[in-house]
């Protein structure tokens, strides 16, 4: 019986083995937008009748490079690695340089991005559009209102995050340059984690220090979320605020449609993976690519939001 | 100074003479309360105790917190420690969720079951949270491994289990009536929100049964002395098990609380709570050694983290240096308790 148990064990293991011809696939983890991402490689191998072998690497910067080992030992046509770690993808790109095998990052910028080789990419969105685009429809609302001068309030997601300190930089530099016509004073930024439950106590704490600011403007939607609770548990008109977020959640749009979120952005994670497999496969196939690939942001607004009831 | 002149209950429970020991770090809450009044003065010309919406929020933002380590007190007084709390509140405000969803959501998890009276929904996260407790008090009373692996197993679980339940999807649109417990009531003129009711509600019981009953006798003559309260008859492991049960379902209260003031569930809930549980435990005078703590501690160390978080952010200190300055201020605050407390000892 127990050999019988561990037969079927290690028989249910082998079942996610990678073979020739393949494209292996290793995913940092499997959150909302991951899983999104990894179901626009599944649908776009499935159209291309490419087989793909699909791993997770629990946010395990070493079990994903044992997962790259075994893609290369099963000579896999190519690999495609949604990276841990974008300081730690060294290691894999000289593996699989070495042994010739093309390799495509994708969502995650790695560090060495200018140095993937002939056989390597990266596929993504540019983190210095969603902050710009976010931040420039603030402006353009603000303008439209008639001021010249606007208070705004930054939440700021974890601030170990790349996204999280890129995009708090785009909001400056919007400020800096000429682009925004409005003068955005920074009454206050801090952060508040990504989570919706610290961004409502963040918003209260500054709605009791007497803050009263023109926009709001947040590093994702689920923080916006959160300090749009705050603001209405304190009976503020939201016509009165504009609130921005990034990631176009279903939950964001629901506040957008009833009038509460005025600025999202959506990172189209299932045109990411697409890329990537067309990326990978191009790149198997002996075709030059021009990396990065960008999977360009888009803006949306209260005008645009019911095309994108769907994607995410 | 013997361990077992501070670990016996009798001490802790017995005497009414001296002033309680909780008496000195409610001099340090306030001392930091005063603090940041004056800073509040020189650096911004505004008072900060001086309005009703930030004392609100000073206990608001803490009162998840502080059910989960009304809990998290009792286990570490049975000398153990539980590190599933974060975990669990992350399941149950997922599974409190699933049952409180709206029919207009097109994607609920489960159709079937939208528009529901909020009572299954909160049943469902308490007992989520009870369940998961009552592993961890079984698995340490009968395989006798220690609570920090126990619970350790726990938090990873229940984390897992968390983001299996939906996949990772977050839970969205929630009725009105389920996120009306996150709610604010005026009493009075002065905002009251329902979490820190239920919260003091919480730290009130448990105040009672630790001081006044035969479940708290037990509780503090484990942890002072096992072997003295197996000799005396006490069924260590039986007890055991109800302690973390309490501290699970006190969990899975957090999660639904947690879900209702965010009106979502999202599998990443609650990560470090168990941290700042056992933080605000210990700043109460909680000792992990065992057979020490109260509970009007534990309220008075929980509000010491509100107030940093509120203090903080009035004086507008930069993000990066309220962590660093947050951590030394927890350790600085045991060092003055404990120093004050000796120094009372020998007077």
Sequence with gaps: MKKFLLGAAISALMAGSAFAGDVGVSMANSDTFLTVLRKGIEKSAADASQPVVIEIAD???????????????????????????????????????????????????????????????FVGSNEVDSGTLETKEVCRILKEAGKTEAGILIMVGDLANQAAVMRTKDIHDVNAGSECGVKLNVIDEQTAGWDPVKAQDLMTNWIAAGHKPDAVISNNDNMAIGAIN???????????????????????????????????????????????????????????????????????????MDQYTTKN | MSTNEIASPANVIGSKKRLPPEVSILGVLIGIAIVFEILGWIFVGDSFLANKQRLSIIILQVSVIGI??????????????????????????????????????????????????????????????????????????????????????????ARGLAKWYTLGQPVALLDDSFTWFGKSFNILGFPLPLPVIVFLLVAVIFHIALTYTRYGKFTYAIGANP???????????????????????????????????????????????????????????????????????????????GVLTSGFTFLKVGAYYQEIIKGIIIVAAVIIDQHRQNKRKKA
């Design chain 2, 227 to 305: 072997q003295a309260a197996r000799v005396s008859g006490i069924n260590i492991g039986g007890h055991l098990v109800k302690v973390y049960a309490i501290a699970g379902l006190l969990s899975g209260l957090a999660g639904v609380m947690t879900a209702a003031r965010a009106a979502s569930g999202q599998p990443g809930m609650g990560v470090a709570y168990e941290l700042d549980a056992i933080a605000a435990a210990v700043i109460g005078g909680t000792s992990l050694s065992g057979g020490v703590g109260r509970i009007t501690g534990t309220v008075i160390g929980t509000i010491i983290l």
């Design chain 1, 230 to 304: 705050a603001m209405k548990a304190a009976g503020w008109d939201m016509k009165d605020v504009i609130v921005a977020g990034v990631d176009a959640t279903q939950e964001a749009l629901a506040y957008m449609k009833a009038g509460d979120l005025d600025v999202t952005v959506f990172q189209n994670a299932a045109a990411q993976g697409g890329g990537a497999v067309e990326t990978a496969m191009k790149l198997a196939k002996g075709e030059a690519v021009t990396s990065p690939v960008w999977v360009p942001f888009e803006l949306v607004t209260p005008a645009n």
């Design chain 2, 68 to 157: 989960i380590a009304v809990g998290v007190t009792q286990v570490i007084i049975t000398a153990g420690v539980d590190l599933s709390s974060g975990s669990v509140v992350g399941l149950a405000a997922m599974v409190a969720a699933s049952l409180a969803q709206t029919s207009a959501n097109p994607r609920a998890v489960y159709p079937a079951l939208t528009d529901m009276s909020p009572i299954w929904a909160i049943l469902a996260g308490l007992g989520v949270g009870l369940l998961a407790g009552t592993v961890n008090g079984s698995l340490i009373a009968r395989t006798k491994i220690p609570p920090f692996i126990a619970t350790l197993g726990m938090m990873v679980s």
């Design chain 1, 59 to 121: 946010d395990d910067v070493n079990k994903q490079l044992s997962q790259v080992q075994n893609f290369i030992a099963a000579k896999v046509d190519a690999i495609i690695v949604n990276p841990v770690d974008t300081s730690a993808t060294g290691p894999m790109t000289k593996l699989a340089n070495d042994a010739g095998i093309p390799i495509v990052y994708v969502n995650r910028e790695p560090i060495d991005v200018g140095a993937l080789g002939a056989k390597g990419a």
